[in-house]
């Protein structure tokens, strides 16, 4: 729910989940979207967030991977890829985006227009 509306998503397919090797990242685009950075953890769970860090708009799919974040590579800062948020003591947030597994398919849960 969004302002008290449903949220219709459209899902789209991006790929498998073996073509993300275990902790690195891939980047998609989706029409109408900024760049979206896919991220494999050791233990295959996907995550996705926009691919700019907060701070210096670095790219975070560039970034290493460790648990469930993200370092940046320009300046170290460290994003949580369950929630987007900066750990401390850095503040900041970059924007989520909707994703699921059906089988090994990496699906992309992208707000309808």
Partial sequence: MD???PVSLIWHD???LEDIPRLRARVV???GQDDIALFRTEDDRVFAL???????A???SQ?????DSVTCPLHNW???????????PDEGCVQMVQVKLE???ILLGVVAA
């Avoid at 926009?50 to 210096?56: A, E, F, G, T, Y």
């Avoid at 970034?63 to 648990?67: C, K, M, P, R, S």
């Fill in 58 to 60: 670095g790219k975070l």
């Fill in 3 to 5: 302002g008290g509306f």
């Fill in 63 to 67: 970034g290493i991977i460790h648990g």
């Fill in 29 to 31: 685009v989706v029409p």
């Fill in 78 to 88: 460290v994003i949580g890829l369950s929630d987007g948020l900066a750990k401390d």
């Fill in 50 to 56: 926009h691919d700019r860090c907060p701070h210096k």
């Fill in 14 to 16: 991006v790929g498998v």
């Fill in 103 to 105: 089988g090994s398919r």
